[in-house]
């Protein structure tokens, strides 16, 4: 093409491309638009959403391995091991409580939502929830606490266990290092995070956890 | 401002104040009109909603953005030359309001009936380039004196062709006053200078596509006069932050912004004035009349001003040399065929 012909032709392909890309444009004005009106309207959750983590207190053995699993290290338990004479109940998968949990904490501001704590669940009690709007003003409201202990609870656990260790260890040297066989071995703990939860088997746990307390 | 002659000078003093005030009433009300028009058809261009939480549809939101600028921080940077930093948003303002002066809203009303109304709107708005230059140096910023100086070089360029095209309209009516250039055109859509305005059937028939173009290249060259997309490399976000009002904030950034809008109308007034018929009704003698004229005159400013949000939203940002290149060597050249052309059919 000649010089002429490039000027006239570009000439032509501006406008002929303008004249395209108004068409489109104009065309989108009466096209359903895809924004939906937040607050007011919200978009269903897929099914297996991670959002914020839930503890179901009830159903909690104390065996602390979702703050083992948690990467960030957002979840803090404290245990209060029962004494013989307690009986703290069952879970609803139907094992039997062994420790108190007067500390359990989540602090959701650290929490990356990986959802690695909830497979070792061994009683499925920490579960991720749907919920996404929980939104604070101040930092510290971020710190779930999930334990119903009350302050005199605790209290009184820790005195009928330091009571009831005292005795232990009064029969024991009374018995005079004749039974050794108290302490059991810490079991083989797999600690591969994916095996989910088969409910009642790889948990020796409360004595395998020295508890913070 | 005729009928007022035999008034006092108070009550002249009055009149002209008011009625030089009018025009502001309508800048302000429009630019919150075309505010709100401008993020709807961008947001509805991208299916998306913009406002929606400010009354119904978000219609309050440019009043609300108006209170917040209202009570923003004036700030003005210690290394700006405080004096021309504060004079330049007046300037690029003035500039624009001045230029209403010649525009005719009505057949009743028009600022002030000059012979040389279109000159006079072609001078005076080169005012904004010394605002906007004068903005741009002040802010001492390397951002605001690059989008300044652009903006210089671009609206120099561009007055080149939006002044060869005022030329063309001038030929055909003979008159610059824009009031005479309207009244030329009366008498239905078909006697609009765009369509040729009422010659002779022959002549007509040869000068329309030659007016039309002179139409077109009118509205692409005075879309550069207000910097606004394609040509908006003076404020191009991506390289310039804001372009000459980076440093500005509240209020003086709110006069630059409601002077960008006022030329946008401005740009379209013009355009209409000279080649849509002006506040002459599409139908002839029906619903015509001073309201009507005014109503017609802004519903078709409007619509200019739709095309440009239109064309904000479709085409890229130019670059430097192609701006260059378009004004000069296309705008330009085909111009000055056109006033060739039209000159010869206009003696034939």
């Known amino acids: 093409m000649t010089a002429v012909g490039i000027y006239f032709n570009n000439i032509w392909l501006a406008l002929s491309s303008i004249a395209i890309g108004m068409r489109i444009t104009i065309s989108h004005l009466f096209v359903k638009n895809v924004t939906t009106q937040y607050p007011d309207f919200k978009l269903k959750m897929p099914e297996r959403a991670r959002n914020r983590l839930y503890v179901n207190i009830d159903d909690c053995i104390g065996c602390d391995q979702c703050s083992m699993a948690c990467p960030v290290d957002c979840i803090t338990i404290e245990t209060i091991k029962s004494t013989p004479d307690q009986d703290l109940g069952t879970t609803s998968t139907g094992q039997k409580k062994r420790l108190h949990v007067p500390v359990f904490d989540i602090d959701i501001a650290k929490c990356c939502y990986c959802g690695l704590c909830v497979p070792p669940c061994p009683t499925d009690c920490i579960v991720m929830t749907d919920v996404y709007e929980f939104s604070e003003f101040d930092r510290q409201n971020l710190i779930y606490n999930f334990s119903v202990m009350t302050s005199q609870d605790i209290e009184q656990a820790r005195v009928k266990l330091k009571k009831a260790e005292e005795e232990a260890a009064a029969k024991k040297a009374a018995s005079a290092a004749a039974a050794k066989a108290a302490a059991p071995p810490p079991a083989e703990k797999p600690a591969g995070p994916p095996q989910s939860q088969p409910p009642s088997t790889p948990t020796p746990d409360s004595s395998g956890q020295p508890g913070k307390s | 401002m005729e009928a007022f002659q035999n008034l006092g000078f108070w009550e002249t003093l009055l009149v002209t104040v008011v009625l030089s005030a009018l025009p502001l009433v309508f800048i302000l009300l429009y630019a919150l009109v075309t505010i709100y028009l401008e993020m ?44 021309l930093f504060i004079l330049a948003p007046y300037i690029v303002f003035m500039g624009t309001y001045a230029a209403y002066a010649a525009i005719p809203f009505s057949s009743i009303f028009i600022g002030s009936n000059i012979d040389l109304g279109a000159f006079f709107i072609v001078a005076v708005s080169s005012l904004v380039v010394v605002g906007i230059l004068m903005a741009g140096w002040a802010s001492n910023n390397k951002w605001s004196i ?16 939006t002044a060869l095209a005022l030329l063309i309209a001038v030929m055909i009516t003979g008159s610059l006053n824009l ?23 022959l002549q007509k028939i040869l000068v329309i596509p030659f007016t039309v173009i002179t ?12 910097n606004r997309t394609p040509f908006d490399l003076p404020e191009a976000e991506s390289e310039l932050v804001q372009g000459y009002f980076t440093e500005y904030s509240g209020m003086r950034w709110a006069l630059f912004y409601v002077a960008e809008y006022a030329n946008m109308f401005l740009v379209a007034g013009v355009a209409v004035a000279l080649f849509l018929g002006g506040w002459e009704s599409p139908f002839g003698s029906f619903l015509s009349g001073p309201i009507w004229g005014m109503f017609w005159f802004v519903i078709k400013g409007m619509v200019l001003v739709f095309v440009q949000i239109w064309l904000r939203w479709t085409l890229p940002r130019l670059r430097v040399d192609q701006l260059m290149y378009i004004s000069w060597k296309v ?5 000055f065929v056109c006033i060739i052309a039209i000159g010869l059919i206009l003696v034939l």
């Open chain 2, 215 to 226: 139409f077109l290249i009118l509205f692409v060259a005075s879309l550069a006069e207000v």
């Open chain 2, 40 to 83: 709807k058809v961008a947001a509805h261009m991208q299916d998306r909603l913009a406002y929606m939480r400010t009354g119904w549809h978000g219609v309050l939101q440019p009043i609300a953005d108006f209170i917040k600028l209202l009570q923003k921080e004036d700030i003005i940077s210690v290394a700006a030359d405080r004096k």
């Open chain 2, 331 to 335: 705008l330009t050249p085909f111009l």
């Open chain 2, 179 to 201: 009031q005479e250039v309207t009244q030329f055109q009366s008498g239905g859509i078909q006697n609009w200078l765009i369509f040729g305005g009422p010659l002779p059937l």
């Open chain 2, 146 to 161: 690059f989008g300044a100086v652009r903006s210089a070089a671009q609206m120099v360029s561009y007055e080149i062709p």
